[in-house]
């Protein structure tokens, strides 16, 4: 009965043309809009469209929820699906949105952490996703990682990875994949390339992926996606294990994508 329901609202909501100043948005604002032709900007816009109307954006530290935020933050969100299913994100309900950088209370300390001597200090964050939610977002990343995708970095891509992650109940770097074979050949690439960046970490070697990935599994999975979408033929040819594995999962080509943007950029 309520997926019935929630189908109805989504074909009134499609119903609804795309607003053309959202496309403005988008074209302004999201520099992988770009990339895509023109059945994926169409299966964007409509994911995009059910995200905003499903989602509440609440704006916090006197931040105004407009649309240019909903807009960027729902089209980044939803480049992650754009081949998946597009239910995926149905327990999310709340984003909530600061300006700036926002800094998280420590976590509470335990039973074995009580000692006055083991300081538990608070901790700045650009981004936080939970099970069921709410994801947390800082606008100004938001916005300036949107249109310089060739930095490498996004915090909507990075925190709605975790929340793929989390999906089968566990943040392990593993989302729900599609196939036994598919677990088997996750475990053995994502395994070794976690592994190998701690190596390279410890050895005090430069790495393409951002250290950060090399605190556990859950956050090389958030950091392998940031580049899958953002530096994509790079990964495919120095990682081109991983590559393959995040294509068969994102059931995206990014690297033909950037490189057919590429050759639209220059004439042909």
Known sequence: ??????????????????????????????????????????????????????????????LEIVDEIRVVIAADACMLIL?????????????????????????????????????????????????????????DEVKKESRHPERGHNVVYHEFAHYLDMLDGRADGTPELHSREQYRQWAEVFTAEFLALRRQLKAGEKTFFDPYGATNEAEFFAVATELFFDQPVKMQETHQALYAVMAAFYQQDTAERERRRRKDSHGG
Not at 110 to 129: H, K, M, N, Y
């Open 83 to 139: 081949g998946l299913p597009h239910d995926l994100y149905r327990r999310l309900a709340t984003i909530l949105v600061y300006p700036s950088t926002v800094v998280v209370p420590p976590p509470k300390a335990g039973v074995f952490t009580q000692s006055p001597l083991l300081e538990r200090p608070a901790i700045p964050i650009a981004g936080q996703a939970f099970l069921n939610g709410p994801v947390i977002l800082v606008w």
């Open 1 to 62: 009965m309520y997926h019935w329901l929630r189908e109805y609202r989504r074909k009134k909501i499609l119903a609804e043309p795309f607003p053309p100043e959202w496309r403005a948005i988008l074209a302004a604002e999201v520099k992988h809009y770009s990339f895509l032709n023109a059945e994926e900007k169409h299966h964007l816009e409509q994911l995009l469209q059910v995200f905003v109307g499903e989602k509440k954006f609440i704006g916090c530290n006197g």
